[in-house]
């Protein structure tokens, strides 16, 4: 029998110390599992746990706490079908318990151990990594103030049914924009005007279909599919219905808003065959609309489109003149009906076109005020003004104030006003300016008579408030504007003489502005009987008109400028006129 030696208790007491290391270091893989911060389990062939760690305890947990039954059994089955088909698969989980989502990245991969089939399964939670994703993919996709989808969602929703379409689909692309945006903006702040875009959005979105689709693209600009439509009629039915609910009042920031919306309506297949031509043509509906009497809705025809390239040229004609200064001032006389004195001229821009065809500013002062010219154009004119001063003061007198028309758009911005009236002052002859504005103006919260004003008294240059009458006006708000010149409306004054309810107002207007100190101009006289009724019936002393003279160019000016002269030396002998050139209608103002 052995008995055992020296190197048998060698040999036991060398194997015990590597099974208490392997031991240990077992212990060791065990706490460093359990304390993994990912989740990992093991499955073995019939789903049940054989490991977890505590971050999986953790899970499980959670997901037994939020999800359904079926969602946990659900789970169960995705996991025996990997087992099974022995394929890998990474998977998203996501937990509503708690406060907020949880979501997880799970890894599955079947393995062999021992022979036994397993499946291990690591989970990563990437809640911050999806929420900022889903950030990203809103403000990517979703307009942030309306929360409606952008412009690149509705592009792709078209896209999607034209690709796919099968020669009977049919739908209807709506282009919207708010009427007077801006000016309810400059009147009420940004902040109502946020809130309004907000609620307009909610507003147009009533009674839409799932597969309607209606989205801001810009601004105060909105697109709206119907998809899919039976008839026009169908269309027109309800794009009637959408503008009777916006006639409603709006109660934002304890204010009643009224804001109507012009719509321009294309139809597919009949005006395109793709998004951007279609929604080129509901745009070109929509401006046709915008251009007559807004806050109404028109379905495209191709005579819109010859009209828009018409706009097109003379958008680019503009933008080429303002390049080139091709512009050029006409004045017009503003004359004393008691003595036929000049007491001032009007500055009237006018563009020659590529053919040097003089345009009216009809043509273009509202397109180069929507494309943002129209500040490059008034310096313009100002400079026009700077290099005729002496043809000026040789024909009309050195005297003369020079009226200048100012939109109420560019009133109430002090980044242009400033510099404007840094310009006025930059002439050396200042006190000269007549600065005209409408009377909407003075009403906006865009403050011109508390902030603005002041910087043009300081030059003294004068204010004149124009058209009166046809805007805002009222006898209180005329009480509240601090103006030296008030300019009546010529349809106040067309055949004023057989007109009793213009006889009453234009008293009115006339017996106040006396009492405020303010100068008052009769526009638009064209006859002689008109003329006869204020000099006999009223006391207006002032008035323009073609009766006295067109607007004329300064090439007529020089022209007729030896015949002002003559009569201003005729004059010289009258002391009682000598301050300013008697006007003659037979000295080149012929209209």
Same mark, same amino acid.
């Given at each position: 029998?052995?008995?055992?030696?020296?190197?048998?208790?060698?040999?036991?007491?060398?194997?015990?110390?590597?099974?208490?290391?392997?031991?240990?270091?077992?212990?060791?893989?065990?706490?460093?599992?359990?304390?993994?911060?990912?989740?990992?389990?093991?499955?073995?062939?019939?789903?049940?746990?054989?490991?977890?760690?505590?971050?999986?305890?953790?899970?499980?947990?959670?997901?037994?706490?939020?999800?359904?039954?079926?969602?946990?059994?659900?789970?169960?089955?995705?996991?025996?079908?990997?087992?099974?088909?022995?394929?890998?698969?990474?998977?998203?989980?996501?937990?509503?318990?708690?406060?907020?989502?949880?979501?997880?990245?799970?890894?599955?991969?079947?393995?062999?151990?021992?022979?036994?089939?397993?499946?291990?399964?690591?989970?990563?939670?990437?809640?911050?990594?999806?929420?900022?994703?889903?950030?990203?993919?809103?403000?990517?996709?979703?307009?942030?103030?309306?929360?409606?989808?952008?412009?690149?969602?509705?592009?792709?929703?078209?896209?999607?049914?034209?690709?796919?379409?099968?020669?009977?689909?049919?739908?209807?692309?709506?282009?919207?924009?708010?009427?007077?945006?801006?000016?309810?903006?400059?009147?009420?702040?940004?902040?109502?005007?946020?809130?309004?875009?907000?609620?307009?959005?909610?507003?147009?979105?009533?009674?839409?279909?799932?597969?309607?689709?209606?989205?801001?693209?810009?601004?105060?600009?909105?697109?709206?599919?119907?998809?899919?439509?039976?008839?026009?009629?169908?269309?027109?039915?309800?794009?009637?219905?959408?503008?009777?609910?916006?006639?409603?009042?709006?109660?934002?920031?304890?204010?009643?808003?009224?804001?109507?919306?012009?719509?321009?309506?294309?139809?597919?297949?009949?005006?395109?065959?793709?998004?951007?031509?279609?929604?080129?043509?509901?745009?070109?509906?929509?401006?046709?609309?915008?251009?007559?009497?807004?806050?109404?809705?028109?379905?495209?025809?191709?005579?819109?489109?010859?009209?828009?390239?018409?706009?097109?040229?003379?958008?680019?004609?503009?933008?080429?003149?303002?390049?080139?200064?091709?512009?050029?001032?006409?004045?017009?006389?503003?004359?004393?009906?008691? %003595?036929?004195?000049?007491?001032?001229?009007?500055?009237?821009?006018?563009?020659?076109?590529?053919?040097?065809?003089?345009?009216?500013?009809?043509?273009?002062?509202?397109?180069?005020?929507?494309?943002?010219?129209?500040?490059?154009?008034?310096?313009?004119?100002?400079?026009?003004?700077?290099?005729?001063?002496?043809?000026?003061?040789?024909?009309?007198?050195?005297?003369? %104030?020079?009226?200048?028309?100012?939109?109420?758009?560019?009133?109430?911005?002090?980044?242009?006003?400033?510099?404007?009236?840094?310009?006025?002052?930059?002439?050396?002859?200042?006190?000269?300016?007549?600065?005209?504005?409408?009377?909407?103006?003075?009403?906006?919260?865009?403050?011109?008579?508390?902030?603005?004003?002041?910087?043009?008294?300081?030059?003294?240059?004068?204010?004149?408030?124009?058209?009166?009458?046809?805007?805002?006006?009222?006898?209180?708000?005329?009480?509240?504007?601090?103006?030296?010149?008030?300019?009546?409306?010529?349809?106040?004054?067309?055949?004023?003489?057989?007109?009793?309810?213009?006889?009453?107002?234009?008293?009115?207007?006339?017996?106040?502005?006396?009492?405020?100190?303010?100068?008052?101009?009769?526009?638009?006289?064209?006859?002689?009987?008109?003329?006869?009724?204020?000099?006999?019936?009223?006391?207006?002393?002032?008035?323009?008109?073609?009766?006295?003279?067109?607007?004329?160019?300064?090439?007529?000016?020089?022209?007729?400028?030896?015949?002002?002269?003559?009569?201003?030396?005729?004059?010289?002998?009258?002391?009682?006129?000598?301050?300013?050139?008697?006007?003659?209608?037979?000295?080149?103002?012929?209209?």
């Amino acid at each position: 029998m052995h008995s055992p030696n020296k190197r048998d208790f060698q040999t036991a007491a060398t194997q015990a110390g590597d099974e208490s290391i392997f031991e240990s270091e077992l212990n060791i893989l065990r706490d460093v599992f359990r304390l993994l911060p990912a989740s990992v389990t093991v499955q073995d062939e019939h789903g049940e746990f054989v490991l977890m760690n505590d971050a999986a305890t953790a899970l499980l947990e959670a997901a037994a706490a939020a999800a359904s039954a079926s969602q946990l059994s659900d789970r169960r089955e995705t996991c025996l079908e990997l087992l099974r088909a022995g394929r890998p698969a990474v998977l998203e989980e996501a937990i509503s318990g708690g406060p907020a989502k949880q979501v997880f990245l799970t890894s599955h991969r079947p393995v062999q151990v021992a022979g036994r089939n397993l499946l291990i399964s690591s989970s990563t939670d990437i809640t911050e990594q999806k929420s900022f994703e889903d950030h990203l993919f809103r403000s990517a996709y979703y307009d942030e103030l309306t929360g409606l989808p952008t412009r690149r969602v509705i592009e792709h929703r078209v896209n999607s049914l034209l690709k796919y379409d099968n020669g009977q689909g049919r739908f209807a692309l709506a282009f919207l924009d708010i009427d007077n945006f801006k000016h309810i903006n400059d009147y009420y702040g940004h902040a109502v005007g946020d809130a309004l875009l907000a609620e307009m959005a909610k507003r147009l979105g009533l009674d839409l279909r799932e597969s309607d689709i209606l989205s801001r693209i810009s601004g105060d600009e909105f697109v709206l599919l119907l998809n899919p439509i039976q008839s026009d009629a169908e269309v027109e039915e309800y794009i009637h219905f959408i503008l009777q609910r916006l006639k409603a009042p709006f109660f934002i920031d304890q204010s009643e808003i009224f804001a109507s919306t012009s719509i321009g309506v294309s139809l597919y297949p009949e005006h395109g065959r793709s998004y951007e031509v279609l929604r080129q043509n509901a745009d070109i509906a929509m401006y046709r609309v915008k251009n007559g009497s807004k806050g109404a809705a028109a379905f495209f025809d191709a005579s819109m489109e010859r009209e828009a390239l018409a706009r097109m040229k003379i958008e680019q004609s503009l933008r080429l003149a303002i390049l080139e200064k091709r512009f050029c001032c006409a004045f017009q006389p503003k004359v004393d009906i008691r %003595t036929q004195e000049i007491m001032g001229v009007e500055a009237l821009v006018r563009l020659r076109d590529d053919e040097g065809v003089i345009q009216a500013p009809s043509t273009f002062i509202n397109l180069a005020t929507e494309l943002g010219l129209i500040d490059e154009l008034t310096h313009l004119v100002l400079a026009e003004i700077v290099k005729s001063i002496d043809l000026i003061n040789e024909t009309f007198g050195p005297d003369t %104030t020079i009226s200048m028309n100012v939109a109420a758009k560019q009133a109430g911005k002090p980044e242009f006003m400033r510099p404007f009236a840094q310009a006025i002052e930059a002439t050396g002859f200042p006190t000269r300016f007549m600065i005209e504005v409408t009377e909407d103006a003075f009403v906006t919260k865009t403050h011109f008579q508390d902030e603005i004003l002041p910087i043009f008294r300081k030059l003294g240059v004068k204010i004149s408030i124009d058209d009166f009458g046809i805007g805002y006006s009222s006898l209180s708000a005329l009480a509240d504007i601090t103006a030296d010149e008030i300019k009546i409306d010529r349809s106040f004054i067309t055949d004023i003489h057989k007109r009793p309810r213009s006889q009453g107002i234009l008293r009115a207007i006339e017996s106040l502005s006396e009492a405020l100190g303010m100068t008052v101009i009769a526009e638009g006289l064209e006859s002689f009987e008109e003329l006869a009724y204020l000099q006999a019936a009223t006391k207006i002393r002032y008035a323009q008109g073609y009766y006295f003279s067109r607007p004329t160019f300064l090439e007529d000016l020089k022209l007729a400028t030896p015949r002002a002269s003559e009569a201003r030396a005729s004059l010289a002998s009258r002391p009682a006129q000598e301050n300013r050139p008697t006007y003659s209608r037979a000295g080149g103002y012929r209209r």
